[in-house]
């Protein structure tokens, strides 16, 4: 049976093209729209054009890697993205997730473990609930449910892992949560991410959130314990 998914649209970044025509023909049999480039200037034209919920993108593409493309989409955008790759060292995954990657699936693969990674980023990325949550501290309101936040009434982009730690933060405010726990809980209990991605990841969150990034007023360090986001009454 054929999972029912939501229609969104994905852009897969490989120039194999045999591939590509192989996953889209997948993931469009199971509702998704799907869209192709074989190279970095084929997908930054793509990005111009249409608006992607989700991309599968190949690290070994031509004249760049996908590593350059998804540090460039960064700049711009927090859609969801899901290394696809033969290049499968502990360095190169770890680089992976520090650019701003959300998954990261070693080739060869299976059509069906590709389409539940799929299938699990796109529900923790649009997913919605009746019930709203919100959190407001200071100028900045984060939506949990549908994943937005605006600073000073202003759109903030995140990528999904930054904002996954952030509404872990904030279901948990003004409460010192554990270095462990948040790599456990936002990256996976059985994830290999150091514990310097979390750092990294803390940073930029607060270079985009905090007034004064070096003297955070809400996403503080607890010695020796983690971090909490103080948000008071």
Known sequence: ???????KHILIVDDDRDLSFIICDMLESYGYEVSCAADANGAY??????RYHLILLDINLPETTGFEVCRELRRVSSVPVIFASARTSETD???GFDIGGDDYLPKPYS???LLARVNALIRRAYGFSEDEKIVVFGDISVNITSRTVL???QSISLSLREFDLLAY??????TAVAKDRLLSQVWGAFSLVEPST???????????LEDDPAKPRYIK?????GYILEVGE
């Open 221 to 225: 360090t607890v010695y020796k314990v």
């Open 45 to 50: 034209d793509m990005l111009s054009q249409n």
């Open 1 to 7: 049976m054929k999972n029912s998914v939501i229609k």
């Open 198 to 208: 979390l750092t990294v990841h803390i940073r930029w969150l607060r270079e985009k």
């Open 151 to 153: 600073k000073k009434g």
């Open 169 to 174: 933060l904030c279901e948990h405010k003004n």
């Open 111 to 113: 059509m069906q473990e």
């Open 93 to 95: 995954r770890i680089m």
